[in-house]
């Protein structure tokens, strides 16, 4: 029987370059992290978080974006650092993540939160780009602009922000 999940589909744009590093700063992404990145596309996220020395968990339901995630991996000399998870979202288990990050939709976000309440333990950071979790409480917001783009970081921390 297939996933109710299945149908949902979140188109893939990616994250700016410019945008990646205020993320990573904004979560404090370091050494001892193992961020998933839920959605990852093309792995930038996972790439950038792994130079900076964290374990990183690409999960990409489209093989083509995976693959590339893979090859882009090898080429930044990081692949060793990422796992990478052909998975639906909504199947793959975040029990080991200590940061998240998720450039989805708000609709997705709201069905996520069941999930990420009952997977992720407590000081878990969650990184959203432009769509906010509804009803929990950012520990911070953080503006992003470039010539070409302006965009909304929402920092949520669970056992802070889902009570």
């Keep these: 029987m297939a996933s109710y999940y299945e149908g949902i589909r979140v188109p893939w744009v990616p994250t700016r370059e410019e945008f990646i590093e205020q993320a990573l700063e904004l979560a404090q992404v370091g050494k ?72 989805l939709l708000r609709s997705v976000n709201d069905l996520l939160k069941p999930k990420l309440k009952s997977e992720l333990k407590k000081g878990v950071r969650i990184i959203s780009l ?16 470039s010539p070409a783009r302006v965009g909304t970081y929402y920092l949520y921390v669970i056992g802070v922000s889902d009570i």
């Design 130 to 145: 432009d769509f906010e979790i509804s009803g929990w409480r950012e520990v911070k917001v953080l503006r992003v602009s």
């Design 32 to 103: 001892g992290d193992v961020l998933y990145d839920l959605g990852c596309g093309d792995g930038r996220i996972a790439i950038a978080a792994a130079k900076r020395g964290a374990k990183a968990v690409c999960v990409e339901l489209n093989p083509e974006l995976l693959k590339r995630a893979m090859e882009n991996a090898q080429a930044e000399g990081v692949s060793h650092m990422i796992r990478f998870i052909r998975e639906d979202i909504f199947k793959v288990d975040l029990s080991d993540a200590t940061v998240v990050y998720m450039y």
